[in-house]
């Protein structure tokens, strides 16, 4: 009867099976090659979907979401952790109580109107001029959406939008048009 070798994966010797060694060395090259490749594939970035989520909170609060398109990604690294940028533009249906606002007294930087949600049409101490959006307007914003990378893929971070204006009657591919996008 054959004594088992203390390294032998089975009751065959190992001396027997040299195919063994060479076999468990191309089986560790193909595991490495796998998980190295693991983060090259649909995972490397985020994805439209990622920064449509990441991004529906807010936009969900305007009306109806009619369109989200992502115009841009970067990389980009901020004090040694990984940040992906996604740029977007996004399209929603305004329901009632939205005005458009034209500020009194702009700081600097600041937008020369905005879309806002408010009780009533009147104006506040720093309003130049405030008009009703009729329900149903189309309301353009542009923006992007941070994510952060983590052991467990990346995982949104902040966003910062911009709401370009409206319009009236018209899709959001028309609209877009209209604001020049």
């Not at 009751?11 to 595991?31: D, H, K, N, T």
């Not at 936009?59 to 009619?66: A, H, K, P, S, T």
Request: net charge positive.
């Amino acid at each position: 009867m054959r004594r088992a070798s203390r390294y032998a994966v089975s009751s065959v010797p190992a001396q027997e099976m040299p195919y063994l060694r060479e076999y468990g060395l191309c089986m560790l090259i193909a595991v490495a090659c796998v998980s190295m490749l693991g983060g090259c594939g649909s995972g490397a970035v985020p994805s439209e979907a990622q920064a449509r989520q990441a991004a529906e909170g807010y936009l969900r609060e305007f009306g109806d979401i009619l369109d989200f398109q992502k115009t841009n990604g970067e990389p980009a690294e901020v004090f040694g952790s990984k940040l992906y940028i996604v740029h977007f533009r996004a399209a929603t249906r305004l329901p009632d109580g939205y005005y458009w606002v034209k500020p009194g007294l702009r700081f600097p930087g600041q937008l020369d109107h905005s879309v806002e949600k408010r009780v009533s049409g009147r104006p506040s101490f720093n309003d130049a001029e405030v008009k009703p959006i009729p329900r149903g307007a189309t309301d353009i914003v542009q923006g992007k959406v941070v994510f952060r990378a983590t052991e467990k893929g990346w995982v949104f971070d902040r966003q910062q939008i911009v709401r370009l204006g409206y319009c009236e009657g018209v899709g959001a591919a028309a609209c877009y048009q209209a604001r020049g996008l």
